[in-house]
């Protein structure tokens, strides 16, 4: 197959959900499709319960499942499908940031009696910065909920996105009948089995038609047929072109515990979701088709045993084909590299690859080289764009409680940030170090790396800081600006000037009073 014909029939992406949406369910039913999985229940939850938040190895043992869970393949019709997992606890929610930034395209699970919820929410703004194309599932159809229509107004309000029904359902919870699909005519009808794997369409070109009474009952019917014409009244016809600029989401509703609406949503998902396209890097737009290869790692995967010390790196490919054994460039650090068990993923494990094309996810051991974002080349010194760090939302101050170890508190400190574990800003003079992260777990699991692995003591004390916002403005006007507050002013991993605003209040002020300075809560400024 041609380069050009590997590219076609790839498509990778993430699905992402508030925990307890279904995501683990519909990536089951999806692995199931795909014939990459035989029964239920072979995916493991890769979310921390909520009564093991304080407990490390309950963290741990999740890590473990959600690196095994990292990236899903599998082919449905001549079609490569990568799924990018995500995780679902909201402490480590930069990670799934960050895997955002390595898929083409997302799914979004919504549960049909929640509506929209604060991950989702998060998660949503992330993909407008990159006009990622979405499609939601409306899960749960087989319990009570809100009505339809509302959860489409909700959808839109709240997430800044068109959306499209191409399902629509008759009925929801105990009386729930089964699913119209708009966009080719036909009954889906519900029966709860969580063992079913093919659906049955029933053809219904004319909704007067008398035997869809008969089917699924007078007033339902009825009610069916009020609704798609209030639908083919109000919402334009699905446009592809917009759904690939992330501007109009396509939407099914389902119950992926029953695999029901799940595979008109896979259908479709094989027939409109974009195949891996170009990325910016400082230099020009890389383009999938070229010859040469190029990556980049948006996640770096540690293995907490002291005794294994051996890092993941996992790689997007971007262009050309990743080989085996060949040397390439590391343009950060000018070395040249080569990787002889470089592995990719399928539904539960994982093997050697002899080549990965784009689109494509390669892990690759690493013995502390890589830092999130890094790329690789084949020579070319490009630095990828659009992995950007997010404000944290908790701040505390790194106090060293060993003064004889302060070489290995800062390389752990250093290596940490680098995985992405958390952010380091340091304040000059004095290095003074802050940690930013957006969950209470993390601090728990820096305290007990940089103990466990670098032998490094640290106590984490509270300091008041709402945002950290990245800066753009006049030089003079940035200068004014920080002489009067150097307290606030510390620098990111990458030496950018950053400004701590201790209130939402103070930011707020320093907005008004600095007009001509602008203040990002993302290390690159893309932001609605
Ligand atoms: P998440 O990954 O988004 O966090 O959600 P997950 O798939 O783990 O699903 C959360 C809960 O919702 C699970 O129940 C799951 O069985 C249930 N669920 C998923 N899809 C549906 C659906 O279509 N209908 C109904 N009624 N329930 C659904 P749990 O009790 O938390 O876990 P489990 O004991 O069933 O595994």
Redesign the pocket.
């Known amino acids: 197959m041609s380069l050009k014909q590997e590219i076609a029939r790839r498509k990778t992406f993430g699905i992402i959900?508030h925990?307890?949406?279904?995501?683990?369910?519909?990536t089951e039913k999806l692995l199931l499709f795909g014939g990459a999985i035989q029964t239920a229940g072979a995916v493991k939850?890769n979310?921390i319960k909520k009564s093991a938040t304080s407990d490390f190895m309950e963290i741990e043992k999740q890590r473990g499942i959600s690196v095994a869970t990292s990236v899903m393949s599998f082919e449905y019709k001549g079609t490569k499908i990568n799924i990018l997992d995500t995780p679902?606890h909201k402490d480590f929610a930069e990670d799934t940031f960050r895997t955002l930034t390595a898929v083409d395209s997302v799914i979004l699970?919504v549960d049909v009696a929640k509506g929209v919820e604060a991950q989702t929410r998060k998660l949503m703004q992330v993909c407008r910065m990159r006009n990622t194309p979405v499609i939601i599932f409306v899960?749960?159809m087989?319990?009570e909920g809100q009505d339809p229509f509302d959860i489409l107004e909700e959808l839109e309000n709240e997430l800044k996105i068109s959306t499209r029904p191409l399902s629509w359902p008759i009925n929801m919870g105990t009386r729930f009948k089964g699913v119209y699909l708009l966009h080719n005519n036909s009954l889906n009808l519900f029966e709860a089995d969580k063992t079913k794997k093919a659906s049955e369409y029933i053809e219904i070109n004319n909704l007067s038609d008398k035997q869809l009474d008969q089917i699924i009952g007078d007033s339902d019917a009825n009610q069916l047929r009020e609704d798609v014409e209030l639908i083919n009244g109000v919402f334009e016809p699905f446009d592809r072109e917009m759904y690939e600029e992330g501007l109009l989401a396509p939407v099914f509703f389902g119950?992926?515990?029953?695999n029901f609406g799940v595979q008109e949503m896979l259908d479709t998902f094989v027939n409109i979701a974009p195949s891996p396209k170009s990325r910016s890097t400082n230099l020009r737009d890389i383009e999938p088709l070229e010859n040469k290869m190029s990556g980049f790692i948006f996640k770096i995967h540690a293995n907490l045993d002291p005794n294994h010390r051996d890092r993941i790196a996992f790689l997007r490919v971007c262009s050309g084909v990743f080989e085996r054994n060949k040397f390439y460039i590391h343009p950060r650090t000018e070395k040249k590299m080569r990787f002889s068990n470089p592995y990719t993923f399928l539904a539960d494990s994982k093997e050697v690859t002899q080549y990965a094309y784009p689109g494509d996810v390669v892990g690759l051991y690493d013995t502390g080289n890589f830092k999130i974002g890094d790329g690789l080349t084949e020579g070319e010194k490009i630095e990828f764009k659009g992995i950007p760090s997010f404000s944290p939302e908790l701040f505390r101050e790194v106090v060293n409680l060993d003064p004889m170890r302060s070489k290995q508190l800062e390389k752990g400190l250093n290596q940490l940030t680098n995985e992405g574990v958390a952010q380091l800003f340091t304040q000059q003079p004095g290095n003074r170090k802050i940690i930013g992260v957006v969950g209470e777990l993390q601090f728990e699991v820096i305290q007990y790396r940089l103990e466990h692995e670098y032998n490094a003591k640290a106590r984490f004390e509270l300091v008041n800081y709402h945002k950290a916002c990245w800066m753009t403005g006049g030089e003079n006007e940035i200068t004014g600006f920080i002489k009067y507050r150097p307290q606030d002013i510390v620098y990111d991993k990458d030496k950018n000037m950053v400004f701590l605003a201790q209130t939402a209040y103070i930011l707020q002020m320093a907005k008004t009073n600095n007009p001509t300075i602008e203040f990002h809560e993302t290390s690159e400024f893309k932001v609605d």
């Open positions: 959900s925990p307890d949406a279904g995501k683990t369910t519909l939850s979310k679902g699970v899960n749960k087989d319990r119950s992926a515990l029953n």
